[in-house]
């Protein structure tokens, strides 16, 4: 019987030895977001509201990007906002080319909210997403 | 008079170079001002199988810097500074109602790691680095170089970069014009010799850094020895084949008779190609076949995706020794899960 566990478990470990896993640990969720293309990977994302998330943003261009998170108020900010690079809130991040960011947010409450990158062209070239943070 | 940079123009595209650190997080230009790059043109002949590109890059002032990339289809053997009549004598070949118009032989026209470096030249207030490396590798040499470049680079490098690796960064440095008493307006012609098996001009980077909405208009000029095979065709929306005909002796002793043109041969055929396109229409490159043999490349055009390299010998034995031991893990564990010792059997 030792040797069937042994075996069941073998198989349970399989797809995290192959990269596959899809366990979530104790903490904050992991949240992968690519850049590729000047356009985001996905695109839609949904979180609860009150939990811890770690966002993993992987910048798979040549160039830099942003991943700046927040409502519509905070956005029309940026757009005309003068700040060159961004790394002192959670929230707004930036990722320099072929590079990757951590960032861990929790968002209180239930919200629809976008990401987008301020830089100069990128958010009218489809560099936004949209995150719903559900109750 | 219709600016000169309205009539040739192909494969270049406007990169602003940063300015400083302060960059708006959401404006569009440095704080020193605008810096753009007006036009570019280009005229693409191929010989003896050799293409040469003279190309003018237009100053356009500003308190920065800018510059271009250009993808090419292969290695350049050289790179020099053009003569100043080409592009002119081109434009009044096939823009005749223009002639009185244009000063007839202007003095001057007015007109991860990083890549491998493979030739650097300083013509007068251009900086040339002709470049090898993938999108990434180009990228990053562009960064590190101080070019800003647009949203839509990273596809279209990819695009290019997968079937030649060769580009060529030219950056007009402002101060270096200034002290040469340069003027907006001004061009600096520049004649790219590229040894290749038939002509090429990529027309896809012309919508670099526009919106999908805005229109791309260029000309582009080519003189063969014989009437080439064109792919797209001249009937794809967007193209347009406004001149097609034997180049005539005077044309082509003109053109002969200016710097580094010596190449010209004593006949020729000049085709005239106009572009208009709105931005996102554009994927396509013009992929010419100067053989004779009527079959310009699919892969050129950017049509078709190149092959990949064939796989080696050393690849399949990786291949086949890696699905081995996927096999016999995959194995193992099924005969551990089915496996009932006999002891067991025995016992009963």
């Known amino acids: 019987m ?31 977001i690519v850049l590729h293309y000047s356009h985001y990977q996905p695109r839609t994302i949904s979180i609860p509201a009150g939990r811890p998330v770690t966002f993993v943003l992987r910048n798979a261009d040549p160039i830099d990007h942003e991943w700046i998170v927040g409502d519509a108020a905070l956005h029309e900010r940026h757009r005309t906002g003068t700040e060159a690079h961004h790394d002192a809130r959670p929230t707004e991040v930036s990722i320099d080319a072929l590079s990757n960011r951590e960032t861990t947010v929790s968002f209180p409450n239930p919200a629809t909210l976008t990401f987008v990158c301020h830089l100069p062209g990128h958010e009218a070239y489809g560099m936004v997403g949209t995150l719903t943070v559900t109750p | 008079m219709r600016r000169l940079i309205t009539l040739l123009t192909t494969t270049f595209v406007a990169l602003f170079l940063t300015a400083g650190s302060a960059l708006a997080c959401g404006g569009l230009i440095g704080p020193n001002g605008a810096v753009n790059l007006l036009r570019t043109t280009t005229f693409a002949g191929y010989h003896e199988g050799v293409e040469h590109y003279v190309t003018a890059f237009e100053f356009a002032g500003g308190g920065g810097a800018f510059g271009s990339l250009i993808p090419l289809p292969g290695v350049p053997s050289d790179v020099v500074k053009g003569g100043d009549l080409t592009l002119q004598r081109l434009i009044m070949e096939t823009t005749p109602a223009q002639r009185d118009s244009l000063i007839f032989f202007g003095a001057a026209a007015a007109a991860p790691s990083e890549a491998q470096v493979l030739m650097e030249r300083k013509i007068d207030a251009l900086d040339i680095t002709v470049l090898k490396g993938g999108a990434d590798e180009v990228g990053t040499w562009a960064k590190n170089h101080g070019f800003r470049l647009p949203p839509d680079a990273p596809e279209v490098l990819d695009f290019y970069a997968r079937r030649s690796p060769i ?38 980077i012309l919508a670099l850094g526009k919106s999908g909405q805005e229109r791309v208009d260029a000309d582009v000029f080519l003189l063969t020895d014989r009437k080439p095979a064109l792919l797209p065709s001249s009937d794809t929306p967007g193209l347009q084949l406004a001149h097609s005909a034997a180049a005539t002796d ?8 200016d710097k580094g043109m010596e190449w010209v041969p004593s006949s020729a055929w000049l085709t005239k190609v106009a572009v208009g396109a709105q931005a996102s229409k554009l994927m396509f490159d013009l992929a010419i076949d100067a053989s004779g043999q009527e079959a310009p490349s699919r892969v050129a055009a950017g049509l078709a995706v190149p092959d990949l390299p064939a796989a080696t010998p050393a690849d399949l034995a990786r291949l086949v020794f890696g699905l081995a031991v996927i096999a016999l893990g995959v194995l193992f564990v099924v005969g551990l899960t089915v496996w009932r010792p006999a002891r067991g059997t025995l016992s009963q």
């Open chain 1, 2 to 32: 030792r040797l069937r566990r042994l075996a069941v478990l073998l198989l349970a470990l399989v797809p995290a030895l192959a990269g596959c896993g899809v366990g979530r640990a104790a903490g904050p969720l992991r949240v992968e």
């Open chain 2, 250 to 257: 005077l044309l082509l002793s003109d053109l002969r008779s």
């Open chain 2, 167 to 204: 580009f060529l960064a030219a950056a007009f440095d402002p101060t270096r014009a200034a002290a040469r008493g340069q003027a907006i307006g001004d061009g600096t012609p520049v004649h790219i010799t590229i040894p290749t098996p038939n002509p090429w001009v990529p027309l896809r």
